[in-house]
């Protein structure tokens, strides 16, 4: 293939940002751009100069289609996944990957029997930061991981802010911190979390959330997650510590370091890739070739995320693998 034809689904929120990185891109063309709202996917038909739809069925129709992106909220996963699937394309599917569990099975299993793959849109996994962080962490003993997102989005008035929407903001949007924890750490076995309305009275979600994290390996981590200061400042999303044998390992929007300064030096990573060009390179491949986040391991994150949902609500800790139910 000449260029790689993409298709969107959904055309609101993070869909902008998947437009622009694959329409700058010299081996990719968007072909069509699908969203239920039609005044969104005329405003993305006209801006990128392709035909608009508001089913995305008749966008899969087309036959000059090698993948498609989906980026739609939350609560909208699931059927448009497995009709891509059942048109046999690959897609790069903005994050989380379902409101629920169950959902998230059925287009695992769907991906499996068609032999297809996914990536998922956890993008900051494939930053030069992150890369560093993975590659200095190995053999590397973990004391404890700290997390925090704190943001200002549920003063918006937004999807986000209805729980049964979302499933709240370690759903939506500290799943990105959680994703990292993983990603850094291990798996998480157990979790323990408590949430609260304490600002935000008119939104259904809480607006505050602490998380207890026990890792599969025995380290242990924690997890605040708020929406309530109004300051624009994102500052204070995705901030990860870990702490190491005899050093901090800190991840923020400055980068990666180590702290104290001097005590070790963090890895080149070269020959990195970015989500977009990973992705681009896997549908021309036929494969996942550099893939950093599959379907499966962010069911993982999810179901990390539904596990502290659930043990918020009947005030215990719960494991894991019970909540995906292994």
């Not at 408590?194 to 981590?221: C, E, H, K, M, N």
């Not at 890895?267 to 890739?273: C, D, F, Q």
């Amino acid at each position: 293939m000449s260029k790689v034809r993409i298709g969107f689904i959904g055309c609101g929120g993070r869909a902008g940002s998947h437009m622009r990185a694959l329409g700058q891109r010299e081996d990719t063309e968007i072909v069509g751009a699908c969203d239920v709202v039609e005044a969104a996917a005329r405003r993305a038909g006209e801006r990128l100069g392709v035909p608009h739809y508001t089913d995305h069925r008749t966008l899969l129709g087309r036959d000059d289609l090698d993948a498609v992106v989906i980026s739609v909220p939350v609560f909208a996963h699931g059927q448009v996944e497995l009709d891509v699937i059942a048109r046999g394309l690959p897609f790069l599917l903005e994050k989380p990957v379902a409101r629920d569990l169950e959902t998230a099975r059925r287009v695992a299993g769907a991906l499996r029997q068609a032999g297809l793959w996914a990536a998922i849109g956890y993008q900051l996994r494939y930053t030069p930061a992150v890369r560093q962080a993975k590659a200095f962490m190995v053999g590397r003993r973990v004391a404890v991981v700290e997390g925090h997102y704190w943001c200002t989005t549920a003063r918006g008035g937004a999807w986000q802010n209805d729980w049964e929407k979302s499933g709240g903001q370690l759903v939506e949007q500290a799943t990105h911190t959680i994703d990292l924890m993983r990603h850094l750490v291990g798996e998480v076995e157990e979790v323990y979390s408590q949430q609260a309305s304490r600002i935000l009275s008119a939104i259904t979600s809480p607006d505050a959330y602490t998380v207890s994290l026990r890792f599969t390996d025995g380290a242990l981590g924690s997890l605040t997650s708020s929406w309530t200061h109004d300051t624009g400042d994102w500052s204070h999303a995705n901030i990860v510590n870990v702490s190491l044998d005899g050093c901090l390992l800190r991840l923020d929007g400055a980068g990666a370091r180590v702290l104290p300064a001097g005590k070790a030096e963090l890895p080149e990573v070269a020959g990195a890739e970015d989500m977009y060009k990973a992705f681009v390179r896997s549908v021309r491949a036929g494969g996942p070739e550099g893939i950093l986040s599959g379907y499966d391991d962010a069911l993982a994150t999810l179901a990390v995320s539904l596990a502290a949902n659930e043990s918020a609500a009947t005030h215990r800790p719960v494991r894991v693998a019970e909540a995906v139910g292994r």
